[in-house]
């Protein structure tokens, strides 16, 4: 598992926060705006978004992107899942060979409770219920 999230599942959680109010409709430039990313890399977050059904997008002058009432359900890291792919990749996070498969690594114990405490929580948080935070000084 990475312990990073890309700047794509970030902006993913935050589309998804943004749209939340219930009859919330933003045209890519208007949710571009909110994410303070361009409107070509909205169309590359949203697209995976659209793809596992939590986000809606209607074409033409009135459409824009709205949230599906599955949206309600998903998590963080389902949307980090969503963008980045699985968290665990079966990977040692010590050597370079596949987790689990003869002895295990130092960190094997330590890192298979941390690992679960970061998923059970981000499991836990939904997604439409993170609200961006400003810069920090």
């Known amino acids: 598992m990475r312990l990073e999230v890309t700047r794509r599942a970030e902006l993913a959680v935050q589309a998804i926060a943004a749209l939340s109010p219930r009859d919330a409709r933003?045209?890519?430039?208007?949710?571009?705006?909110?994410?303070?990313?361009?409107?070509?890399?909205?169309?590359?977050?949203?697209?995976?978004?659209?793809k596992a059904g939590w986000v809606r997008s209607t074409p033409g002058p009135t459409g824009g992107y709205s949230l599906t009432d599955s949206a309600g359900r998903a998590s963080v890291l389902d949307v980090i899942e969503a963008i980045d792919g699985p968290t665990a990749n079966g990977r040692c996070v010590a050597e370079d060979r596949a987790c689990g498969h003869g002895r295990t690594c130092a960190l094997h114990e330590a890192w298979t409770r941390a690992r679960s405490t970061l998923t059970t929580t981000l499991a836990a948080t939904p997604a439409v219920d993170v609200h961006r935070r400003g810069p920090t000084a």
């Not at 990313?37 to 909205?42: E, K, L």
């Open 26 to 50: 933003l045209k890519a430039p208007e949710l571009g705006e909110a994410l303070d990313a361009t409107p070509g890399f909205v169309a590359q977050v949203v697209g995976p978004l659209v």
